[in-house]
């Protein structure tokens, strides 16, 4: 394996964390049954095209694959933005501006039964805590410093590249 640099470590970053974070949402929703919200579900797609665009760029290099992890970073704290304004409206700082329900479809066939047994999931009542925060702003937390260290790595990186 070679050397650890800033840039790979950035890539790696963005990588990892945002399909850890994924992977975490999706095995909650499956296997402990904790729904999604609307705000839950915006709060995805950003690291789904982090891993995208992450992915992308393992597959180019130079000033291209720079510029590919930069914007997953960037991508990685969209998702930590919306995490801390979906926790907001939980903890009741502010409300949102969506109707704050989403409705778990299922597949027995019968589409008006499948709606009427969904679970109705507010984006204003957290759905699991642990220390008092809930998941979403576990989310902020994680996609913030996540981000946050990529796009330092990659500034460090820069400067090095230059100081040469």
Not at 45 to 57: R, V
Request: hydrophobic share 50%.
């Amino acid at each position: 394996m070679g050397e650890r640099t800033p840039m790979r470590t950035a890539h790696l970053l963005v990588l990892v964390g945002p399909a850890l974070l994924l992977g975490g949402a999706l095995f909650g929703q499956h296997v402990f049954g904790l729904y999604p919200c609307e705000l839950c579900m915006y709060q995805r797609w950003p690291h789904a095209a982090a891993l995208a665009i992450g992915t992308i760029a393992l597959l180019v290099g130079g000033a291209p694959r720079r510029a590919a992890v930069v914007l997953a970073a960037l991508a990685v704290l969209a998702s930590g933005a919306i995490g801390a304004f979906h926790a907001g409206v939980e903890y009741g700082w502010w409300t949102s501006p969506l109707p704050c329900t989403a409705v778990e479809t299922g597949t027995s066939g019968d589409f008006m039964r499948d709606i009427m047994a969904a679970p109705i999931v507010r984006c204003d009542a957290a759905a699991w805590e642990l220390f008092g925060i809930s998941l979403a702003g576990y989310n902020a937390i994680f996609s913030f410093l996540i981000g946050g260290m990529a796009l330092w790595l990659m500034n460090r990186n820069s400067r090095r590249r230059w100081q040469k």
